[in-house]
Nanobody, 129 residues
Framework: EVQLQASGGGLVQVGGSLRLSCAAL????????VGWFRQAPGKEREREGV??????????TYADSVKGRFTITIGKVKDTVYLQMNGLRPEDTAVYSC????????????????????WGKGTQVTVSS
């Protein structure tokens, strides 16, 4: 059974850092695009990903709101994707979930929630001011 497991959330102060992990259970992220998506309190999950990465070529995308603060990486054995979050702000408070989708022949992908095939339960990130 394909599962994703997100972890690493917590409570931090403004300006603090957290590292989220998304583990692949029952498969690996080889030849997948993997992304982080968030759902703020009282809102729906954002369709645009916070960040995505291709395990094929390592290309990454970032939402404008997190550029320069967040970094997405993938482990050497391609079974875990990390999201390093620095300079956290109150508006980053949300439940962060990871999703994955197999890459097609071209390797192109969209960092959008509606293209992801697999999802894991989210992890709560709370930034206090």
């Amino acid at each position: 059974e394909v599962q994703l497991q997100a972890s690493g959330g917590g409570l931090v102060q403004v300006g603090g850092s957290l590292r989220l992990s998304c583990a692949a259970l029952g498969f690996t992220f080889d030849d997948h695009a993997v992304g982080w998506f968030r759902q703020a309190p009282g809102k729906e999950r954002e369709r645009e990903g916070v960040s995505c990465i291709s395990s094929r070529d390592g290309s990454t995308t970032y939402a404008d709101s997190v550029k320069g603060r967040f970094t997405i990486t993938i482990g050497k054995v391609k079974d875990t994707v990390y999201l390093q979050m620095n300079g956290l702000r109150p508006e980053d408070t949300a439940v962060y979930s990871c999703g994955a989708v197999p890459l097609g022949y071209s390797g192109a992908y969209f960092c959008k929630s509606y293209v992801m095939d697999y999802w894991g339960k989210g992890t709560q990130v709370t930034v206090s001011s």
